[in-house]
């Protein structure tokens, strides 16, 4: 099956903007979706597809794409944007399933 | 409002059988691929099945195969997980998510998620 790779841990000062990256060979072939998770509550999507971001999610929140490498770009980051985040795509190994990323914790300084 | 509201987690002894439930609301449930999504105490999140929207075709993790069946039934719009020869490593929170696919577009994603229920498999 496909792996996805993702730094565990990235910091960012309060208003600055952070780029969390996610790898993989699958990431040839499908767009990432990225989940945030804070402690004790269910993932949440907030960007899909080639950069998209459903209803609700704040538009500092953005993706992009480059060969076997997709970003999630928070521009601005906020302290409620302290949580995990992570990365999902399709395996693309044949086995019509999905695969995450290991996750990244954003801690905001 | 879409929701998503899993059930039937709980303690089981290893070998044992436990039957999860997702009740949904708020979409047309028959219109969707439905998946299960696992997260073990303190890790990260891992795929563990899909379903069709008539059930004709599911896939599962390597992990699970033979052991966990993804079920639906659309009358009642409900998502279930009947896990058999339970190990001390399926111990974590099942999601319920819905799965939006388009795979014309390259593209598949989980949204919304339920609120997850836990499974704890320990003698």
């Known amino acids: 099956s496909s792996e996805l790779t993702q730094d565990p841990a990235v910091s960012v000062a309060l208003g600055q903007t952070v780029r969390i990256t996610c790898q993989g060979d699958s990431l040839r072939s499908y767009y990432a979706s990225w989940y945030q998770q804070k402690p004790g509550q269910a993932p949440v999507l907030v960007i899909y597809?080639?950069?998209n971001r459903p209803s609700g999610i704040p538009d500092r929140f953005s993706g992009s794409s480059s060969g076997n490498t997709a970003s999630l770009t928070i521009t601005g980051a906020q302290a409620e944007d302290e949580a995990d985040y992570y990365c999902?795509?399709?395996?693309?190994?044949?086995?019509?399933?999905?695969?995450f990323g290991g996750g990244t914790k954003l801690t905001v300084l | 409002e879409v929701q998503l509201v899993e059930s039937g987690g709980g303690l089981v002894q290893p070998g044992g059988s436990l039957r999860l439930s997702c009740a949904a609301s708020g979409f047309t449930f028959s219109s969707y691929w439905m998946s299960w999504v696992r997260q073990a105490p303190g890790k990260g999140l891992e795929w563990v099945a899909n379903?069709?929207?008539?059930?004709?075709?599911?896939y599962y993790v390597d992990s699970v195969k033979g052991r966990f069946t993804i079920s639906r039934d659309n009358a009642k719009n409900s998502l279930y997980l009947q896990m058999n020869s339970l190990r001390a490593e399926d111990t974590a929170v099942y999601y319920c998510?819905?799965?939006?696919?388009?795979?014309?577009?390259?593209?598949?994603?989980?949204?919304?998620w339920g609120q997850g229920t836990l499974v704890t498999v320990s003698s």
């Open positions: 999902n795509s399709r395996d693309s190994s044949g086995n019509h399933g999905e695969v």
């Open positions: 597809g080639k950069n």
């Open positions: 379903i069709k929207q008539d059930g004709s075709e599911k």
């Open positions: 998510a819905r799965l939006g696919l388009q795979l014309w577009l390259n593209q598949a994603w989980f949204d919304p």
